[in-house]
């Protein structure tokens, strides 16, 4: 959990350099304030693994990125037999949850509990049970965002999921590329996070990150900016018109 929060963190750091060094004009000393502070985001990652009694943080970081694997096969399995498909509601949970529960709270359409497929993604999705997936190799939670897909629609499920997470990933990064502005890099910088972990779950299926992701859209104008050298070659980034 802490380590998480440290890895988004320093990748949030790296991104938003990566994007706006070749935008905007970055002092030296302001890069070695970035490369020092991301440094500490590593020493305090692995700080946070040996505290845990992980004794090979390598061998953690590998453990956690393949493991996910026979994890999900694992997983799988309970629902291959169950042959229910939950059509989207897997996937989607971060904004289905909320939007069932206002409706259960209203009282509208007379709706006053969960749905019952709202309720099977819930008992799969549920992955805090300890399971082996090797020689004396605990493991949980950690399935893929490939899990969901397959859980909304079996393997179909997974071709059409893809396709539409890899062309909104694709969308949002031209909107930064072509049309610079804090709001899109900071709709872009929620969505990256997603692929940072993508061996771990779907963000889009927590309620928490959905309502970021959505709420990104509204917290900044879409002021989009122009790079331009000034009078000493520097780059900066003139604001040129409100979308």
């Known amino acids: 959990g802490g380590r998480l929060h440290i890895m988004y963190l320093a990748c949030d750091l790296v991104l938003v350099f990566l994007i706006c060094r070749n935008r905007i004009f970055i002092s030296s000393k302001l890069k070695k304030v970035i490369l020092v502070f991301t440094g500490m985001l590593i020493v305090a990652f692995v700080y946070v693994t040996i505290a845990r009694d992980i004794t090979s943080v ?9 493991g ?8 799988l399995e309970p629902i291959i037999a169950e042959r229910d498909l939950t059509y989207g509601i897997a996937s989607l949970k971060g904004l289905t949850q909320p939007f069932l529960l206002a409706l259960r709270l209203t009282g509208i359409f007379g709706i006053d509990q969960y749905p019952q497929i709202f309720l099977n993604a819930s008992e799969f999705m549920d992955l805090r049970s300890i399971v082996y997936i090797g020689d004396g190799i605990r493991y949980n939670g950690f399935v893929s965002l490939f899990y ?3 859980l909304d629609g079996r393997y179909i499920g ?4 893809s396709f539409i997470y890899g062309a ?3 969308w949002l990064y031209m909107n930064v590329k072509t049309k610079f502005s804090l709001r899109n890099l900071l709709v872009y910088a929620i969505y990256f996070r997603t692929l940072v972990i993508s061996m771990t779950r779907l963000q889009f299926v927590q309620v928490h990150y959905t309502m970021a992701f ?3 859209f509204f917290i900044f104008k879409k002021k989009v ?3 331009q050298k000034n009078e000493n070659g520097d780059k900066i980034c ?3 018109s409100n979308g």
């Open 158 to 161: 997974v071709a059409v999921g």
């Open 148 to 150: 969901y897909f397959f």
């Open 214 to 216: 959505i709420l990104a």
């Open 225 to 227: 900016y122009k790079t």
């Open 68 to 75: 996910c694997v026979p994890h999900m096969d694992i997983r």
């Open 168 to 170: 909104l990933g694709m």
């Open 58 to 66: 390598l061998k953690s970081f590998y453990v956690y990125l393949a």
């Open 238 to 240: 003139l604001e040129e």
